[in-house]
């Protein structure tokens, strides 16, 4: 079980991904601190599923992937979350959860693997690539930015700085994107605010294009490569991510990243497939 002190403020992301157990469904409910375009943020959105799995009380080990679809658009509002335990054995559980709203469409679903982990034989053939300190590293400005969400961040980009204030770019730029992300009001990074960073990342066409464009989520899937004790044990509040992106075709395109902590691990990489009308 997540365990909240009561003798600190409770910071907005917690607020955000809160749920409720009933007798047959969890609760939650969107967050207008974590705005989008037209609906919540999805990371924070994947953030609260895999948070009803966390604190479900048949729940074993530390999450290993989650991949949410999201289907329909996310009312402001409450929402419903159905979680189940599909199937477990020795080492791993593999869970689902669907969100609905009132009648009873699904709205986002999800499912992930959860195991516990035992030392074993480890090896990291990638190196966190190098970067400007945190501290060193210019934050960008986000004035510009209508969405709630981006707020709560804190982005610092080494390379790949989005243009976005200005006239869209005649020359298409590279996807490519290195920058530091923390929480604005700053928060030991845990599982769930890996799950919700691995969706911070622009879309990779408003890079390329230098422009904002109508762009959603459709598929994420993340992959977390720490568990509960290795992200103790680092004690970190900002990571180091890379952004990229392969293909942009007939109004979808794919992007990865890869959140790094600062003393080198590799915490978590993500793969998603997005709506873009350019």
């Known amino acids: 079980m997540l365990i909240r002190s009561p003798e600190i403020a409770e910071h907005l992301f917690d607020q955000a991904t809160r749920v409720s157990?009933?007798?047959?469904?969890?609760r939650g409910q969107t967050s207008d601190d974590y705005w989008a375009f037209i609906g919540?943020?999805?990371?924070?959105?994947?953030?609260?599923m895999l948070r009803a799995i966390l604190e479900h009380s048949q729940r074993e080990g530390d999450p290993l992937s989650l991949t949410?679809?999201?289907?329909?658009?996310?009312?402001?509002g409450a929402f419903d979350l159905d979680v189940r335990l599909i199937k477990a054995n020795r080492s791993t559980q593999?869970?689902?959860?669907?969100?609905?709203?009132q009648g009873g469409d699904v709205a986002a679903f999800a499912t992930a693997a959860l195991a516990a982990?035992?030392?074993?034989?480890?090896?990291?053939?990638?190196?966190?690539?190098?970067?400007?300190?945190?501290e060193q590293t210019r934050r960008y400005p986000k004035s510009h930015l209508g969405m709630s969400w981006v707020h709560q961040y804190d982005f610092r980009f080494v390379e790949g700085q989005p243009a976005l204030d200005g006239a869209p770019q005649t020359t298409l730029a590279s996807p490519f994107s290195k920058l530091w992300i923390a929480d604005t009001a700053p928060r030991q990074i845990d599982v769930l605010s890996l799950m919700s960073m691995s969706d911070t990342l622009f879309g990779r066409i408003f890079h390329v294009r230098g422009e904002l464009v109508p762009f959603g989520t459709v598929s994420l899937t993340t992959y977390f490569h720490a568990d509960s004790e290795d992200l103790r044990s680092e004690e970190a509040r900002q990571v180091l991510a890379i952004a990229n992106a392969s293909s942009f075709h007939k109004n979808y395109a794919d992007q990865t990243g890869e959140l790094w902590s600062p003393g080198g691990?590799?915490?978590?990489?993500?793969?998603?497939?997005?709506?873009?009308k350019a």
Request: charged share 15%; hydrophobic share 35%; proline share 10%.
């Open 40 to 48: 919540p943020f999805g990371g924070v959105t994947s953030a609260t």
């Open 68 to 76: 949410v679809h999201f289907c329909a658009p996310i009312a402001r």
């Open 117 to 134: 982990r035992r030392p074993s034989w480890s090896h990291q053939p990638n190196q966190r690539p190098d970067a400007t300190p945190f």
């Open 265 to 276: 691990r590799l915490l978590a990489t993500t793969h998603q497939i997005a709506y873009f």
């Open 94 to 101: 593999h869970w689902s959860v669907e969100l609905t709203q």
């Open 21 to 26: 157990a009933g007798d047959s469904q969890w």
